[in-house]
């Protein structure tokens, strides 16, 4: 397969809102009518239930009270070999909680790149910095990012955070950016609330230059 064709079959796992994905996978939805159940594309996984946010329309804490859970790395890499062994193609970490809370996670992305899956990662970005970007560049195929808005003052508001997170979350996606390499699909997130629909276009010229 082609680098070109490659990259496009890997993006395509990724695309989180698409009433016509299944299309793409046609093949395996005739699988499953003629009982032939292949293994799942991609496989999400909730690293931990601990997030360093308290965003406003989260849900999580209503179902999940004990924070402090997370996954064995030990569990987590087991899962994955064994996932991988079964022919599943990508694995995603997402919450949950926020996934880089998980001390270990870097050392799993590189499991899952050694295993031959390819890697998504779905954050709140308040985490990142230049040596996880660093390994983010080298591992992920795809990262999403939630903004959800285009000031830091109504970052603040809808994240339960300071002023200083939102200018930070910026700078360290210009540098992921500048490390891509034509290899990894940067995704930003803006979900509308009452709060910060004035600020649509404003993130959306943001990060179009980040």
């Not at 390819?118 to 990262?143: M, P, Q």
């Not at 959306?204 to 980040?210: C, F, G, N, R, W």
Request: glycine share 6%; proline share 5%; net charge neutral.
């Amino acid at each position: 397969m082609s680098k070109d064709a490659r990259t496009e079959d890997v993006d395509r796992r990724f695309v989180p809102f698409n009433s016509f994905k299944s299309l793409i996978y046609a093949d395996r939805l005739d699988a499953i009518v003629k009982n032939d159940f292949k293994p799942p594309v991609t496989v999400e996984i909730d690293p931990t239930f601990q997030c360093n946010q308290k965003c406003t329309w989260c849900i999580v804490r209503r179902y999940f009270k004990d924070e402090t859970i997370f996954m064995p790395t030990a569990l987590m890499k087991q899962l994955i070999g064994d996932l991988a062994d079964h022919g599943v193609s990508a694995a995603l970490f997402v919450g949950g909680g926020e996934p880089l809370m998980h001390a270990d996670i870097p050392e799993v992305f590189r499991f899952v790149k050694k295993r031959g899956m390819d890697c998504a990662l779905v954050t709140n970005g308040s985490l990142l910095t230049h040596e996880k970007c660093d390994i983010i560049a080298e591992t992920c195929t795809y990262i999403r990012i939630s903004l959800d808005a285009g000031s830091p003052k109504t970052y603040a508001k809808l994240h339960r955070t300071t002023v200083d997170v939102f200018p930070r979350i910026i700078d360290e996606i210009r540098y992921l950016s500048s490390l891509k390499k034509g290899t990894l699909t940067i995704g930003v997130a803006f979900l509308i609330h009452p709060d910060n629909l004035g600020e649509i276009v404003a993130a959306t010229e943001l990060v179009k230059t980040a």
